[in-house]
């Protein structure tokens, strides 16, 4: 199974924000939302970073109320991994998992068509393995 799979079944909305936006307004957007990352962008939607509720969780720690006031430039990632539709859904998770980072952007032909999250790779794993429970079942089923 391609990467391609999850985005048809989870959809392929990205919640972008600016480099100037505060971390105010960027916990606002994650909650609005539901999601657990934001990707940052410049105005010409050139991916500049990713900014997780982790990253402000560890700012908070830190910075204690001045976080609010940062800016997603202050806070985000900027050495993201992406990856692509024709990636496997074991790559995506192995590279997740060995990066210990839980949102991927995703790219086709060069341009931005979706976000995948830990969680999506993991159900869609979890698919495929019972999936290939039950054509095994059917198999000796149908030899015994």
């Known amino acids: 199974m391609m990467v391609a799979g999850i985005l048809k079944t989870k959809g392929y909305d990205v919640v972008t924000i600016g480099p100037d936006v505060s971390i105010a307004h960027v916990t606002d957007v994650l909650a609005q939302h539901r999601i657990g990352a934001v990707l940052v962008v410049d105005a010409s939607e050139r991916l500049l970073g ?7 969780v560890r700012a908070l720690a830190k910075h204690k109320a001045e976080t609010l006031a940062m800016t ?13 539709t024709t990636m496997t859904v074991s790559s995506a998770m192995e590279a997740m998992t060995k990066g210990r980072f839980r949102h991927m952007p995703v790219y086709d032909r060069g341009a931005l068509v979706g976000m995948i999250s830990i969680g999506d790779v993991v159900k869609m794993r979890i698919s495929e393995t019972e999936h290939e429970v039950d054509s095994l079942k059917a198999y000796v089923a149908g030899a015994a």
Not at 50 to 56: A, P, Q
Not at 72 to 84: K, N, P
């Open 50 to 56: 990713i900014l997780s509720e982790r990253d402000i």
């Open 72 to 84: 997603a430039a202050d806070l985000m990632t900027r050495d993201v991994r992406t990856a692509t």
